[in-house]
T-cell receptor
Framework: AQSVAQPEDQVNVAEGNPLTVKCTYSVSGNPYLFWYVQYPNRGLQFLLK??????LVKGSYGFEAEFNKSQTSFHLKKPSALVSDSALYFCAVRDEGYGGSQGNLIFGKGTKLSVKP | NAGVTQTPKFQVLKTGQSMTLQCAQD?????MYWYRQDPGMGLRLIYY???????DKGEVPNGYNVSRLNKREFSLRLESAAPSQTSVYFCASRTEGDSTDTQYFGPGTRLTVL
């Protein structure tokens, strides 16, 4: 069965330092991977996705993610964190199922990122 | 272009009461979804609709029903609310196609069942 794991409930980073939010996945075929961000009391916003091609994917707000097939990982990164990056981050994989369920997303439990000044 | 809208934003129910959460999208998407978000659980899929006129169960459908009224609207109904249904509910719609595949989320409904 497909699954996504976010091993850290919370990540704490000082402003200006690089940040990494970890995600690992389990699928039987080629993965379609996504990162979403949720600011307090808001809905989820799309950040970036990996479908195929370059292993380094660039997204919104200066975020990027590195796809690593051998480690089955898709870690979210940013070279220099901002206090405004503090939010809940979700990794997701697209359902490989057939018919109507294909395209559904399977989410990780989320990682809370806290960036301190 | 409002994207995905949800009503109401907040609701308090007593156990056994019923209510319908409304969702609409103006992006002409075929697929729509209902999720619930609970602390430490991430988002879990309740029901989805791959196209107008079709609905299917997700991971946690018990206690819920849905209606895909037309292409724009997808409602979620709680027939007899229970405290375990206290949660934040999100509706989403999806663009299709490998290169454009993205789900767009509404602002959520925060539901408390007493």
């Amino acid at each position: 069965a497909q699954s996504v794991a976010q091993p850290e409930d919370q990540v704490n980073v000082a402003e200006g330092n690089p940040l990494t939010v970890k995600c690992t996945y389990s699928v039987s075929g080629n993965p379609y991977l996504f990162w979403y961000v949720q600011y307090p009391n808001r809905g989820l916003q799309f950040l970036l996705k990996y479908i195929t091609g370059d292993n380094l994917v660039k997204g919104s707000y200066g975020f990027e993610a590195e796809f690593n097939k051998s480690q089955t990982s898709f870690h979210l990164k940013k070279p220099s964190a901002l206090v405004s990056d503090s939010a809940l981050y979700f990794c997701a994989v697209r359902d490989e199922g057939y018919g109507g369920s294909q395209g559904n997303l399977i989410f990780g439990k989320g990682t809370k990122l806290s960036v301190k000044p | 272009n409002a994207g995905v809208t949800q009503t109401p934003k907040f609701q308090v129910l007593k156990t056994g009461q019923s209510m319908t959460l409304q969702c609409a999208q103006d992006m002409n998407h075929n697929s729509m979804y209902w999720y619930r978000q609970d602390p430490g659980m991430g988002l879990r899929l309740i029901y989805y609709s791959a196209s107008e006129g079709t609905t299917d169960k997700g991971e946690v459908p018990n206690g819920y029903n849905v209606s895909r009224l037309n292409k724009r609207e997808f409602s979620l109904r709680l027939e007899s609310a229970a405290p375990s249904q206290t949660s934040v509910y999100f509706c989403a719609s999806r663009t299709e196609g490998d290169s454009t595949d993205t789900q767009y989320f509404g602002p959520g409904t925060r539901l408390t069942v007493l």
